[in-house]
């Protein structure tokens, strides 16, 4: 692993409890061979990720800061200069090690680039391949939002190891609701905030987020949304 890679590990353990650390807890798990995972026997800590994910990061930094920034990135990151496969498994300290590294070159916190990233992430999915997929989730951000669980379900057929996220909406009200946020993954809170940040570009509302955190039944992160009509 990087420099950057094994520093990104360690700031995220530190503000992730123990018990909220990944584990691998499927029949069929990977083993890292380089940065790209093969089906093999179980080596119970970093959960994979699938490649559409460091494929978007690198699109993220190449549309927006240019190839030479993204290979400094890739360089930093130790990832060797080959592209992505997004229906294959990579270590996901290969992800964290590409935030951390695009933190340092780009000069902005790791939170900034997570959430840069999330609101992304919202665009890049809506066209192509998923453009369909997403709008079936919900033609409002409350019924979006109570679908995401259905709709990480739904791309099983295509990503049969997915390891989603998994949300539950609470406390809904014409403008306000409660998001509670549970992953197998270590701070990524920043991402969701980015996500939300970008399904209110989608429906067309301005956002307050806050965030916090809870430790019942199981710890999670959740977030108070609210929000106005801005069009
Ligand atoms: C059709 C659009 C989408 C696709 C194709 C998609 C697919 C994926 C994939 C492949 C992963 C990596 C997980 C793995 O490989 O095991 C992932 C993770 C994630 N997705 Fe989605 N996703 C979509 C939309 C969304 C939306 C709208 C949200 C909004 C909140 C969301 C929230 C997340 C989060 C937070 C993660 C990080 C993993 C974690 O928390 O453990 N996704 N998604």
């Known amino acids: 692993m990087s420099p950057e890679g094994a520093a990104a590990a ?31 026997q179980k080596t119970g800590y970093f959960t994979p990720m699938y490649g559409l994910i460091n494929k978007a990061i690198e699109d993220l930094v190449r549309s927006r800061f240019g ?41 902005a916190p790791m939170e900034a680039v997570l959430e840069q990233f999330g609101t992304f992430w919202t665009e890049y999915t809506a066209v192509g391949a998923y453009g369909d997929l997403l709008n079936s989730v919900g033609s409002t951000l409350p019924e979006f939002l109570g679908n995401l669980d259905l709709m990480h379900a739904r791309l099983k057929s295509s990503f049969p190891e997915l390891s989603p996220p998994s949300f539950r909406v609470t406390d809904e009200t014409p403008t306000s609701l409660v998001l509670h946020y549970h992953s197998e993954r270590p701070g990524l809170a920043p991402l969701v905030v980015g996500m939300l940040r970008g399904l209110g570009n989608r429906f067309g509302v301005s956002m307050s987020i806050e965030i916090a955190r809870s430790e019942h039944p199981v710890p999670h992160d959740i977030f108070h949304v609210s929000w106005r009509a801005s069009r």
């Open 10 to 40: 360690d700031f995220l353990h530190e503000v992730a409890p123990a018990s909220t650390r990944p584990v691998l807890r499927r029949s069929r798990t990977f083993e890292a061979g380089g940065h790209l995972m093969r089906p093999r």
């Open 67 to 107: 190839d030479d920034a993204w290979h400094s990135i890739r360089t930093r990151a130790g990832l060797p200069d080959q592209p992505f496969m997004p229906l294959s498994p990579y270590d996901d300290q290969s992800t964290y090690g590409l935030v951390a590294a695009a933190s340092a070159e780009l000069g």
